[in-house]
């Protein structure tokens, strides 16, 4: 017992390699419609099943029937629903072909999942069962087929969502990253939940926006954390911006673009989501005008 206590015995344990570090990620949850942004997120998370070596489920809901306001059900012809389940079905099946393009181009391990209902309850109930969970930014031609996504799982997933732009090709990914320090535990989740997805050799960024305005960050605001992330093997950089006439979302976007980042990591809703809504905030700025993948926690 005296060697476990001295250490003798725990110096034998082998230290961790970058095999033991990618077993973290092995489920992976990816929300597929059929409009042509879709293949930006399939292919994404193809390719980090692949880098993880992890099982990729592609899901597609199915829209319920649409029944006209004013009109007794009974009163509707079958023939109505008949074609608007055609349609339905058609949608199904060019989401399924985007979804399995992404996959075979890397030949990872897949799954694909048709449910019918309405997406934010049904990405919510297998969200919970992955490790991470690949959504697009709110789509304006998506006519209510994606309601509430990706606003509605950022609370209550308990997982990490990647919400990757619209219209944004994704060229890289983990190599550039900066991540969104206000002390919270949001934002630590995030970080955490994060490492993974960064790639040894990263280019690391913690920016602090305005810190004496959040947390308590210390004497060098964002230090503690460099350091902490130094210890799992990252170069990091701490930068601590003061700019009380300008938003942290608008300094984080400027951010971005200057450094040609290609992950932004960060907490999701400081404050509740009625309050973003009504009065705006970080979270809900980002999540319209994102130029690169964003990895929310909460």
């Not at 964002?222 to 006439?245: I, K, M, N, S």
Request: glycine share 6%; proline share 6%.
């Amino acid at each position: 017992m005296k060697k476990d206590m001295d250490g003798a015995k725990l110096n034998n344990i082998n230290p961790l390699t970058a095999k033991d570090l990618i077993m973290a990620v092995k489920d992976i949850l990816v929300h597929i419609d059929d409009f042509p942004t879709t293949a930006t997120r399939a292919n994404l998370a193809a390719d980090l099943g692949q880098r993880f070596q992890a099982h990729v489920a592609g899901l597609h809901v199915k829209r319920l029937p649409n029944v006209p306001v004013g009109v007794e059900f009974s009163n509707i012809p079958q023939e109505y629903f008949e074609i608007q389940q055609e349609e339905i079905d058609k949608h199904a099946e060019a989401a399924r072909k985007i979804f399995e393009a992404a996959v075979r181009r890397v030949n990872v391990s897949n799954e694909w999942r048709v449910v019918t209902g309405y997406p934010s309850d049904a990405m919510l109930r297998q969200a919970r069962y992955a490790d991470l969970v690949v959504v697009g930014q709110k789509n304006p031609e998506a006519n209510g087929q994606a309601e509430d996504l990706p606003d509605g799982l950022l609370l209550a997933t308990g997982r990490p969502v990647l919400v990757v732009p619209n219209n944004m090709p994704v060229k890289s990914f983990g190599k550039n990253v900066l991540i969104a320090w206000n002390d919270s535990a949001a934002a630590t989740r995030a970080v955490h939940d994060a490492l993974p997805l960064i790639e040894p050799g990263a280019k690391v960024t913690v920016l602090a926006v305005n810190p004496e305005r959040t947390g308590d960050h210390g004497q060098v605001p964002c230090a503690d954390l460099c350091l902490h992330l130094a210890r799992h093997g990252f170069e990091t950089e701490a930068v601590a911006l003061t700019a009380p006439a300008v938003g942290a979302d608008d300094m984080l976007l400027a951010r971005i673009f200057e450094q040609g980042c290609d992950l932004l990591v960060m907490g999701a809703y400081g404050h509740s989501r009625a309050r973003e809504f009504v009065f705006g905030g970080v979270t809900a700025h980002i999540l319209k005008q994102m130029t690169v993948p964003v990895l929310f926690s909460h």
